[in-house]
């Protein structure tokens, strides 16, 4: 039997067994991806080498780390950062840099100067698009800041290309004034959290304002033209904007993902322990049912003129991206990737905003509840009212950007549209099914129409498939979910060595269940499990292999710090439907995607 197939069905088999090891621990709660680590990860670069503040710090992957890191590792010009940043402030010298915790796709430090005066420089990791990406984000912060007033970090300087002394795209900005939201938001009374919801709404209507009439990213037209050379301009003129209608937009984005699939994607080894299941390693799977959705798509564009306008929106309104000064909104930040697309498609609800239970609107008798039964229906009814709220705003402001965000189907039209541009990524192509199909039975409320209109329908026998797959889907969720570990395997630097110790654990467990070592063991290598210590990139199976067979009690299960009781669910995990709500901080200027609109 192949390596993958025993490796996948001997974790199956010790699934059930090894969930009832994990029972057996005691459990205590463990931080999850989405959680504040203990340590914020800030480093002073006067106390480390310049190697730290080059490579990704935030976090370390159970597997495959070294390729992680690669893609995160970038290089610069220490000095000369310094120096762009002390001249963009009429500063004699910076006098301390500090490195702040990392996200997914940028570097960020805080500088110092002589004179007091605080920036933040931001650095884009090099899988970022190059230029464009940097451009764009100061074309739309200053468009913000100067046209419309909004509170947005100030842009003292920046540059999108390479050849100056700096040696990489940077951004120097202004320090957010006030605090994370997140910071106080547990402790704000209810009346302090109606003034911040009502503020954010007050500020998004008067950015939504704003018809641009075509769809795209903003740019300064002399980092445009003049700019690109002959194979960008080719690249780009294929599937990248601007688009004069909202129609286009939603087609181009599912052509640009087939042609993609077609000239670039590679499915995994068969070996790959990473590798999904054979219909999304089928590049055919994929162009076929991006076929049906460019039948479906353009039946799905809304016929009022005022859902169609061309809007800004922020995509990733969370805790971390709002500050506020008591309960005055003073600055929101990470601006990076957003676009002009059509209010239907664009408006969103905030994420701090969303509910990832059944809406509760009115609280029900406390008769019988325990304590933590009422707090929690308190805290869920509570959000409920600030979701209004949040919407009932646009209703006084924007009828268009209120009948958007009331639409009870809105959220699947949304994530059918964007789950076509990324069915090759991970899960994507079952992700991406599933919103097909639930387009399928909800298109009465999407069309007006019957279903019997829908120009696309499933057999029985994909209906049953999709379900199959959908239950491995969910079991894999489950049994890493169990484990305390991210599907990417990224874990806080003081997870660590515990997460390690789990994976230890799993391998343990998966070899005792099967006959076919020499399979497994080569599915194990070819998954590059860490080891611990700080230095290690990856791991070394045989050295497992050997313990193994020498001593035993090294894989004992040890405690875990795991919460099987009250599971936490990342904001894009809806644990109800089992579809995650992809609202990537930068899907509209990926590699396959970067847009313009002049």
Known sequence: MAPLKTLRRV?????????????????????SRTSKPPHPGIIDSDQHGDETLFAYT???????????????????????????AARSVNAEVCVKLTKLPEGSYNKAFLLTMDNDVQVIAKIPNPYIPQKFVTASEVATLEFLRNELGIPVPRVFAWSSKKDQPVGVEYIIMEKAAGNELGKSWPTMDISAKVDIVSQLAKIQAKIAAVDFGCHGSLFYRDDIEGGIDEEERRFMSAYRGPWSSSGAYAIDIARREKEWIARIATPRHPADPLRQSDSQESPDCHLKLLDRYLEVVPHLIPSDPGLNRSVLWHSDLHFGNIFVRGNQVVSIIDWQGCSSLPVFHACRIPKFLKVHEPLLFDLPPATGLTPQEKADN?????????????????????DDVFSALSFP????????????????????????????????????????????????????????????????????????????????????PEDFEAKVETMRSLVSSVIDATDDKD??????????????????????????????????????????????????????????????EIHSEFQHTQSKDETLCR
């Open 11 to 31: 974790i199956r088999a010790t699934v059930p067994r090894f969930h009832r090891m994990l029972l057996s621990t005691s459990p205590s709660p463990s931080p």
């Open 58 to 84: 935030s976090g370390r992957w159970l597997w495959d780390e070294a390729a992680q890191l690669r893609k995160r590792y970038q290089p610069f010009n220490i000095e000369a950062l310094k120096q762009a």
């Open 378 to 398: 308190l805290q869920r009814y509570q959000l409920t009212q600030l979701q209004r709220l949040y919407i009932t705003k646009f209703r006084e402001t924007d």
């Open 409 to 492: 189907q809105a959220l699947t039209r949304q994530q059918l549209i964007d789950f076509s541009g990324y069915t090759w990524e991970d899960d994507g192509l079952f992700l991406f099914r599933e919103m097909m199909l639930r387009t399928w039975r909800e298109w009465m409320e999407l069309t007006g129409q019957p279903q019997s209109t829908c120009p696309v329908t499933f057999s029985a026998d994909e209906l049953a498939s999709h379900v199959a797959e959908g239950k491995s889907w969910e079991d894999r969720r489950e049994l890493f979910g169990a484990l305390g570990v991210p599907l990417d395997g990224w874990v806080h």
């Open 519 to 580: 399979g497994v063991k080569d599915a194990l290598r070819a998954w590059k499990l860490s080891e611990s210590g700080p230095g290690s990139l990856s791991g070394n199976l045989m050295d497992i292999w050997r313990a193994k067979s020498t001593n035993p009690q090294t894989f004992q299960l040890l405690p875990m710090a795991l919460n099987l009781e009250k599971r936490s669910f990342p904001d894009h995990v809806n644990p109800e439907k089992g579809v995650r």
